[in-house]
């Protein structure tokens, strides 16, 4: 099946500076989603990308398709974008389900 | 409108006992997805329903675990004779067909 890589596993930085978060992917792709999870659980969807660029805010994402890449960017960070970021992906051909990276754990202190 | 709502937030049962989880699926979405989430881990796929075709149940990891849909509606995840392992947060996505997933706050088990 498709692998899903994140880098870096994990990621400390001073509130205000910027970083970027990748994701590779072994296969083609149908669908990509970036989601953040806070520290109570919930999975909070950032962007529905397969494709392209978005920006929503301080946050925006890039998905080279015919690479197998994604980049999530995260500008002026601040306190509360402290958690995990996962980055999902789903293949053609078979069911809907999402196959999931091991994530990204951002810090950001004050 | 009103997102995935997952029931109960939490359960704690006894190893060997059965229990049910219950997903409800935003109003509209054809596609209703059960993953679960070990500590510290991503997600991992259980099961999947599209309207009226079969289910893709490929994710479950053994035979113990079970999951129905009434129609486009509610979904219950029914785990017999609990084990440790079982342990985990179970979460609930749903989606229009082939869209973007939206997740549910999640069940946390705990199998003591």
């Known amino acids: 099946g498709i692998q899903v890589e994140q880098s870096p596993p994990d990621l400390i930085l001073q509130e205000g500076a910027n970083s970027t978060l990748r994701c590779n992917f072994s296969?083609?792709?149908?669908?990509l989603q970036w989601f953040h999870q806070n520290p109570w659980g919930q999975l909070i969807n950032l962007f529905y990308i397969p494709s392209g660029t978005k920006q929503n805010g301080r946050l925006s994402a890039t998905t080279v398709a015919t690479e197998r890449y994604s980049l999530l960017y995260i500008s002026s960070s601040q306190t509360t974008d402290s958690g995990v970021y996962f980055c999902a992906v789903g293949t053609q051909g078979g069911s809907e389900k999402l196959v999931f990276g091991k994530g990204t754990k951002l810090t950001v202190n004050p | 409108g009103a997102g995935v709502s997952q029931s109960p937030s939490n359960k704690v049962t006894e190893k060997g006992k059965d229990v049910e989880l219950r997903c409800d699926p935003i109003?509209?979405?054809?596609?209703l997805y059960w993953y679960r989430q070990r500590l510290g881990q991503g997600l991992e796929f259980l099961i999947y329903f599209q309207g009226n075709s079969a289910p893709d149940k490929s994710g479950l990891p053994s035979d113990r675990f079970s999951a129905e849909r009434t129609g486009e509606s509610v979904s219950t995840l029914t785990i017999q004779r609990t084990q440790q392992e079982d342990s985990a947060v179970y979460l609930c996505a749903s989606s229009l067909a082939w869209h973007e997933q939206f997740f549910g706050p999640g069940t946390r088990l705990t199998v003591l």
């Open positions: 109003s509209g979405h054809t596609a």
């Open positions: 296969d083609s792709v149908n669908n």
